[in-house]
């Protein structure tokens, strides 16, 4: 009876609050985590996502709009703020697309070593960053 | 009841698993190649890119009907994504029930407003 009554262990889910900040984060695992990190900012913004794909395709008004809400402001914030978020969104995009890329060579490759989820985990997270900022550099204009 | 493994296991559950992994593949597979098509556009057209190049790209019938699928599969695939967030996160039931219809919600808003901006144009 005493056995019966000794509190066995629970397991539950990961607490995104309790268990993540203690979590040592290898570059496969920050990849993955990234993942969603990356695909649950895109499902939140997805109405600006289609705002943008409604105003760029409509009309020409709509496309000048468009433009203008990055070059000037839009609901009273700046220009440049929107492109900050634009900025996010592709951030996002290129992470989700390329590590998406190398889940599915993974998984039609097999490939599942561990130096290769940390070397391609790697050049996931370069080339996703690096593209980043050669994006980013052009939509803020510098070159 | 001797031997539970292999192509003997004794499968429970809703059968969902197969389905939800393979599907995100191939719905991934597909909104990809729809990016590959669109940067390519983008990038061989001559110019600066003006209301016309730009909405001339999603003109042609071929391109409004993959555009329409891959709506489709971003709906399905972010579904999938996102269930497996809160169930990873939320312990709750209610909570856990109110996040994943938000979700269901948000995502066909999203997918008929898309539609909808891509049929009329």
């Known amino acids: ?143 | 009841m001797s031997v539970n493994y292999g192509s003997k296991r004794i499968v429970v559950g809703a059968h969902y698993g197969l389905r939800d992994w393979l599907g995100q593949r191939i719905t991934a597979a597909l909104m990809a190649l729809f990016t590959l098509i669109v940067l390519a556009q983008v990038l061989f057209t001559a110019g600066p890119i003006g209301y016309d190049k730009w909405a001339g790209i999603f003109a042609s019938q071929w391109m409004k009907i993959l555009t329409f699928c891959v709506i489709i599969a971003l709906l399905y695939h972010v579904w999938v994504g996102m269930r497996e967030i809160w169930m990873d996160y939320v312990k709750p039931v209610g909570l856990r029930l109110a996040l994943n219809t938000f979700s269901l919600v948000w995502l066909v808003g999203c997918a008929g407003w898309a539609i909808q901006v891509l049929w009329r144009l």
Do not use: C
């Open chain 1, 1 to 143: 009876m005493t056995e019966l009554a000794k509190k066995r262990p629970e397991f539950r889910n990961i607490n995104a609050f309790k268990d993540l900040p203690g979590y040592r984060w290898p570059l496969a695992s920050l990849v993955s985590g990234m993942h969603r990190i990356s695909g649950a900012i895109m499902f939140l913004l997805m109405p600006f996502i289609i705002w943008m794909f409604d105003k760029s395709l409509s009309s020409e008004i709509s496309f000048a709009k468009f433009k203008l809400a990055f070059n000037v402001g839009m609901l009273g914030l700046p220009g440049f703020i929107w492109k900050l978020v634009a900025l996010a969104l592709i951030w996002a995009y290129l992470q989700h697309f390329i590590a998406g890329i190398r889940h599915l060579y993974m998984d039609v490759n097999h490939a599942v070593s561990k130096e290769f989820g940390k070397s391609s985990a790697a050049v996931t997270l370069a080339l996703s960053l690096g593209l980043t900022l050669v994006l980013g550099a052009k939509l803020f204009g510098l070159y």
